[in-house]
């Protein structure tokens, strides 16, 4: 009897089994608020039983299939005009999927790294009106949660799903692909949809197709490597861990009382200045945690009301206390620290404000020049000044050379790092859907090796190209605006070099490329200022896929002359003319003679050309302008308002 049961049991779990992989199911992408492309031959696909029927009615016209064997079934729509919104729906033999509020426009594929991730919602304070006023159901954003696959490409997304740019909605959208959707939308009021594959902190190699790796036999190899399972397990395994726990370790949370805990009674703490470094304030050669604290007395008119705590950015990771709760932290350096405190929580008089500070290598602390205070409405304390600080836990110096003694270093994986990870598990797996066009801001991560940026960017072309079938497919991309240190002397520097490498990648046909050499921020790495480079962006766009005949660019180096002891340098995209956009003389000119030793030049306009010289330089041979990290004043537009791009002439 128990056999009989027991065998009827395990006939209802099959059949219960092949009921539920019998439903009807979509890709992630394919869900409620979906853009679709218009003007294009669309294909939805989906799962469902093996050899199923399944019929796709949209738009008053019914599509009809049979899934294969394995149950994957296709259909492709008609060409269609923008419009909307729709419904669609899929039926199968056992159930029917409705797919609502679908809209028929130009679907733009956002990739790169963090500064395409960075939301609206992290630049709330410059953009505070633009998310107060968004209004339009239209423009659409969908975040592609990060994933990775060093195995292959996959067959469907992990999550997301399509937002609209409405009120408090729009917050998690890209800024710069807010702001460039918006400038289209204005222009030809049809729907715009931005699909968003982008991680902070990788390089382009993770985001290349296997397909545009063609000329690249090392990286081919690596690839396939990594298809091994078991040697991807064992070189993980090899990884040191950079973010070792050291709470256990640490001074601060090891004593009777927490150094946050209000009752703490500091004692031979030194003193330390918010902003800055510990390194340049008598702490040298310090990894590891530091503690900062401070009574900061708050008026009775803040108690109770809604407050914000502005910490800047602070180096690598913090936790923020006051008067012993936890209020806010961050794992890493980049982003802002902006901190929500409860309102029952803070008290007239002193309150204890305590930072717990984690710093891996390099300098750490609280960055300058960055904004550091509490406030409300209506009131604002400022938090800079004087603290005390006392060190919780000092690391040791980790030896990346060998974790065995004198044996060979194994090649480590980081799987978002690796070559095709990303775009195995953030891009292919809806490689078939038309997209209009690609927007590209990356770089920031690929600095090490600038010289070899420019061959990747090829590749990443090639290889999107490829697996989205369109060989004309319009490539945009931001070239790296300025960062880091001023410095007032001609330089090297790896980050114009990166940008001399993005430059050198507009021989790539149906490509443009936006200069933001003036819209970064020299203490971050995210500035604020993704308005000009979204719509930078969708200027370029409507020249390079709408057609239009427009200035879309500054001034780009074009081709060199040597006269006697002079350079004269010719630019294309000069539009109405050349200019310095202050009005002064132009600005960040070095020469260099067979020796390449870089001095300032002096240079002036001449129609569409420059004319670059100097007394040091009798025989020129090399013109730089805006080479350096950080350029002081690189001046050089077109009188359409578009910067000119930095640039050497070898």
């Not at 099959?14 to 031959?41: H, M, T, Y």
């Not at 932290?329 to 309102?343: E, F, H, L, S, W």
Request: proline share 6%; glycine share 8%; hydrophobic share 35%.
């Amino acid at each position: 009897m128990k056999k009989i049961q027991l065998s009827i049991i395990f006939l209802c779990l099959a059949f219960s089994s092949s009921f539920l992989n019998a439903q009807i199911k979509l890709p992630r992408l394919i869900s409620d608020g979906l853009v679709l492309q218009r003007n294009a031959e669309v294909p939805i696909w989906g799962w469902a039983g093996a050899n199923e029927n399944i019929t796709v009615s949209f738009n008053g016209k019914k599509y009809k299939t049979k899934s294969d064997k394995d149950g994957i079934w296709r259909v492709t729509l008609r060409k269609t005009k923008a419009g909307g919104p729709y419904n669609m729906l899929i039926s199968g033999k056992d159930n029917t999927v409705e797919v609502k509020d679908i809209l028929i426009g130009d679907v733009w594929f956002c990739n790169g790294q963090s500064n395409m991730v960075h939301q609206l919602d992290i630049h709330d304070v410059p953009y505070e009106k633009e998310i107060k006023n968004a209004n339009n159901p239209y423009i659409r954003h969908f975040k592609i949660p990060t994933t990775t696959s060093v195995s292959g490409p996959k067959e469907d997304l992990k999550g997301g799903e399509w937002i609209k740019a409405v009120g408090e909605e729009v917050r998690p959208f890209s800024a710069v692909a807010y702001f460039f959707a918006k400038k289209i939308y204005e222009q030809y009021k049809i729907p715009i949809g931005l699909v968003n594959a982008s991680v902070g902190g990788t390089p382009i190699e993770a985001w290349i197709p296997e397909e545009g790796y063609t000329d690249f036999p090392d990286i081919l190899k690596i690839i396939e490597e990594n298809k091994d399972t078991a040697l991807v397990n064992s070189l993980m395994e090899n990884r040191p861990d950079l973010n070792r726990e050291s709470k256990v370790l640490d001074k601060g949370l090891t004593g009777d009382l927490k150094w946050y805990d209000v009752n703490f009674e500091p004692k031979e703490w030194r003193r330390i200045n918010i902003p800055g470094y510990w390194e340049d304030q008598g702490a040298r050669d310090l990894n590891g945690v530091v503690w900062y604290r401070r009574e900061i007395e708050i008026p009775e008119s803040m108690v109770g009301k809604k407050s914000r705590v502005f910490l800047g950015r602070i180096v690598d990771a913090d936790e923020l206390y006051i008067n012993g709760v936890l209020v806010g932290n961050k794992t890493y350096q980049y982003p802002q620290r902006r901190y929500a405190v409860p309102d029952t929580l803070l008290k007239a008089g002193k309150n204890t404000f305590v930072v717990r500070v984690t710093n891996t290598q390099g300098k750490g602390g609280f960055v300058p020049d960055k904004p550091y205070y509490i406030f409300t409405e209506k009131d604002t304390v400022d938090l800079k000044g004087y603290w005390q600080y006392k060190v919780g836990e000092v690391y040791k110096p980790f030896d990346f050379s060998s974790e065995n003694g004198n044996q060979p270093t194994q090649r480590r994986i980081n799987p978002q790092n690796e070559p095709t990870s990303l775009y195995n598990a953030m891009v292919a797996p809806y490689k078939d859907f038309p997209m209009k066009g690609v927007l590209w801001y990356q770089g920031e991560s690929n600095t090490e090796q600038p010289e070899i940026y420019d061959d990747y960017l090829h590749a990443l072309v090639k290889g999107l190209r490829t697996v989205f079938n369109d060989s004309e497919l319009p490539f945009i991309y931001a070239q790296l605006p300025n960062f880091m240190d001023v410095t007032y002397l001609p330089t090297e520097s790896n980050w114009a070099e990166l940008r001399q490498s993005q430059l050198n990648a507009l021989d790539i046909p149906n490509t443009a490329m936006t200069v933001n050499i003036e819209l970064g921020e020299w203490n971050d790495i995210h500035p604020d200022n993704k308005k000009d480079v979204g719509e930078r962006m969708a200027l370029a766009a409507l020249h390079l896929a709408y057609g239009q005949d427009l200035v879309y660019s500054g001034p780009i180096f074009k081709d060199y002359e040597m006269k006697g002891d002079k350079i004269i340098v010719s630019f294309e995209h000069v539009g109405s003319g050349l200019v310095t956009d202050d009005g002064e003389p132009l600005s960040e000119f070095a020469i260099a003679g067979e020796d390449k030793e870089f001095v300032w030049a002096q240079a002036k306009i001449e129609g569409d050309h420059v004319v670059v010289w100097s007394e040091e330089v009798p025989n020129p041979k090399f013109v730089r302008y805006a080479w350096a990290d950080n350029p002081d004043n690189p001046n050089l537009y077109n009188k359409d308002g578009l910067p000119a791009s930095p640039f050497e002439t070898e």
